[in-house]
């Protein structure tokens, strides 16, 4: 026994050195790597239950909800500190929060869109821009030059914007025009190369113009979509505000609807999702690009979260999607080419 208790001593050293080699933690250490393991994985976890829910729940979950897929990181950071810690419970956890989070990365589809039965009568381009404050002025105006949009819908629309779209130049591009000044923030505008009719915009704290476009016979409503974001003391406004554009949504079925803009929601809020489930289709998405982020610009495409979006009624169907880098706005602008379908009883 004594033989066994002093050989016991002399390997201590050892098995401490091998143990600080391998940086395999003691009893304490590996409690302390379980409790540190186990906060990212709460915090994903509530976020994912609220996106299985369908609901949006409370600050800060509608803000990480936007970006869901980079859950993925704190995920992994709590399997490695959960196989530090030797838990089973924790890398179970993990793992299995991993294949939640994996599963809603997938683009979100509402159903099947009925194939329209009305001939194609027109291809548009559209784009939708964000020139916070109306700082992107210059660049949009560059893109209205080079890409030739035929109906444009623009947010964040100051007075200096709303001159410069008020030019001669402007003016014989787009001879049709609904525009709504007021604070940097708060002015909107829809240009259009086909006769408007103004229609009735929706209520928000920022504004929504819309607009019906004459195109071959064909009406199409145009509306501006600008909700407020999903700032902390602001979410009823932000649901509310969504909640109109599902209604606007909802009430224009089945004519030609087109909501361009920048919403403030990605595909992982219910709000967002509920405008789809109207019927409405995410044109980026249908294009292969449902997950290419718009916002914010200095990090994008590495990182960020599309909420700019153009969604589109069954009588017009996507058929390409691209988003441009325009310099002074910390979003980036959508343009998508459609055709319009006539639409058939």
Aim: aromatic letters at 6%.
């Amino acid at each position: 026994m004594q033989t066994t208790v002093a050989e016991d001593r002399a390997a201590a050293p050892t098995r401490s050195a091998a143990r600080r080699l391998l940086w395999l933690p003691d009893g304490r250490g590996r409690r302390a790597a379980a409790w540190c393991a186990a906060l990212p994985l709460a915090v994903v976890s509530v976020v994912v239950g609220c996106r299985s829910a369908d609901a949006d729940g409370i600050t800060p979950i509608p803000q990480l909800l936007a970006f869901l897929p980079w859950l993925l990181v704190p995920v992994a950071l709590g399997l490695l500190l959960s196989v530090v810690a030797r838990w089973p419970l924790g890398c179970g956890w993990a793992l299995a929060a991993a294949a939640v989070t994996g599963w809603f990365v997938q683009p979100y589809d509402s159903g099947p869109a009925p194939a329209p039965r009305g001939p194609v009568i027109a291809q548009l381009r559209v784009l939708t821009a964000n020139l916070e404050f109306g700082g992107a002025t210059d660049g949009l105006l560059s893109a209205l030059r080079r890409e030739r949009p035929d109906v444009v819908s623009v947010q964040e629309c100051d007075v200096r914007c709303a001159d410069a779209l008020g030019s001669a130049a402007v003016r014989e591009a787009y001879p049709y025009r609904n525009i709504i000044t007021g604070r940097p923030a708060e002015g909107s505008a829809i240009l259009s190369r086909f006769p408007l009719t103004h229609e009735r915009g929706l209520r928000g704290e920022l504004a929504m113009p819309g607009s019906v476009a004459r195109i071959a016979g064909e009406r199409l409503h145009v509306q501006v979509a600008h909700p407020m974001p999903p700032m902390p003391g602001q979410l009823d406004i932000w649901r509310t505000e969504l909640g109109r554009l599902r209604g606007y949504a909802a009430g224009r079925s089945p004519e030609p609807t087109l909501i361009a803009g920048d919403f403030n929601a990605s595909q992982d809020h219910a709000a967002f999702r509920a405008i789809l489930d109207t019927g409405m289709r995410d044109s980026a998405r249908d294009a292969g690009l449902s997950r290419t982020p718009s916002w914010p610009s200095d990090t994008t495409p590495v990182l960020g979260t599309q909420i700019d979006h153009v969604l589109v009624s069954n009588a017009l169907r996507p058929r390409t999607a691209r988003f441009l880098d325009l310099p002074d706005t910390d979003h980036r602008a959508l343009l998508v080419e459609l055709d319009l379908h006539r639409v058939t009883a």
